[in-house]
C-alpha cells in the first residue's frame, strides 16, 4: 500500500514509482482502488475571529479570538479614543481613553501581512455610572387588598444603597432591609386600583417598575409577564381559623346529641 501526500498541482497524470520492485523481479506489487491517485485541494486555515465588546472609559478590555491562529505579521488599524494590540495568546486587547464618552465607539481593524482585511471589531464605550441590566434588582408585580400590606421579593442585582422609591396610586411603597418591596395600600383603595412603584439610582434611572392592582375579595389571576405575588394579613388569618374552630365544635356537640 502506498500513502502519502504529494506536492503537485491538482490537475494532471502521475506515475508512483516502488523502490526496489522491478516489473522482472518475481516480487508481486499490489495495488489499491487499481492504482488510482487523488489530489485534493488542501483544507483552508481557519481565519482568526474576534467578537466585539464594550467598557467603560480608562478600562481595558480583552476580547478573545474565536477563530484560527492569528497569523504572523498581523496589525492592527484603530479608529476611536482607544489603544489597541494583540497579545500573545491571540486576544485583542483594547485600553479606552479616560476622556472617552459613553456612546464613542472603537473600531479596530485586523490585517494580515499583505494588508488583506481579516476582521472588524467594535468596542463601544458605556456609562461608568449606570448600572448594568443584568446587574439590576427586578421585582415582579402583584396584587393587594384594601388596607393590606405585600412583600415583593427582589429576584435580581443588589440594590444600590441611595435607591429611591415613588409611589403612584393608592398606597405607600418602601424597600426594607433585604432589598424586598413592601407596598401596603390604602384602606379606601378600590378594587381595579394600581399602584406603580418606581425605583430608582441616585442619578434618576430607573431601576425597575412594579405594579400593583388592588383586588377585591379574590385576587386577579395572574396574567403574562412578572410573576405576581398575593399579600395576607395576620386579621384574615386569624379570622379563618376562627370559623374553622367553631365548625368543629359545633360537630362535636351535634354528634354527641345523637349519641
Known sequence: ???????????????????????DSGKEVNTSNDGKITVTEPEAPKSPDWGNGSG???????IPNDGGPVPDGTTVETDGPGKVTIDENGNVVVDIDKDAKPGDKIVVIVKDKDGNEIDKIEVTVTDPDKQPEA?????????????ETVVIPNDGGKVPGDAKVTVEGPGKAQIDKDGNLVITADPNAKPGDKITVTVTDKDGNVLDTSTITVAGKTAPKSGTGKLSYTGATVGGLAAAA???TAAGAFLVSRKRRED
Request: net charge negative; proline share 13%.
Open 135 to 147: 446587574d439590576k434588582p427586578n421585582w415582579g408585580d402583584g396584587s393587594v387588598k384594601p388596607g
Open 1 to 23: 500500500m502506498i500513502t502519502g501526500t504529494p506536492t503537485a498541482p491538482i490537475d494532471g497524470n502521475y506515475t508512483v514509482t516502488v523502490e526496489g520492485k522491478t516489473p
Open 242 to 244: 376562627t370559623m374553622l
Open 56 to 62: 467603560k472609559p480608562g478600562e481595558t478590555v480583552v
